[in-house]
């Protein structure tokens, strides 16, 4: 499939099963300079609070994501989408499926970090309304390399968000 551009690929999400992962540890070695092993997969999956899922266009693998469900938030600790089906919608489908897992009671935002030097990542969450909201210095064991903590907040019912009044006026 060549790289597909200005239209949506219709994918199935489902939650990621064993079988699924060598097309899953493809993309990743296909997306990553340091990409997550097999063992650091399984590791992350059988914790109790990790999820992850998958996005399937006929019958192969599109993309994945690996989330921690925390009591407030949601963490987005890994996400890529198959080289050959990037700006298709993919990914943009995946963040949703995760949106639509936030609540107006407990859990009300998703936090994610993004390489410094991942200007495609950094843009790509920016324009579904994620904000970059600390620098995290020297934030990878693997690199020196700095990361910024990326942050998206449901919100209020009506489109409301809560404003802290006493501190707007005190600035």
Known sequence: M????????PVHIRWMIRRDMQEVLDIESLSFEYAWSEEEFVKCLRERNCIGMVAEHDDRIAGYMIYEILNTRLHLLNLAVA????????GRQMIGKLVSKLTHRRRRQI??????????AQKFF???D????????DFY??????????QFKQQEPGGFSPVNRIARLAS
């Open 2 to 9: 060549s790289q597909v551009s200005q239209q949506t690929l």
């Open 83 to 90: 080289p050959s089906m990037r700006r298709a919608g993919v």
């Open 111 to 120: 936090l994610l970090e993004v390489r410094e030097t991942n200007l495609g």
């Open 126 to 128: 920016r324009n579904l």
């Open 130 to 137: 994620f904000k970059a909201i600390s620098l995290l210095r």
């Open 141 to 150: 064991e693997d690199t020196t390399e700095d990361a910024y903590l990326m």
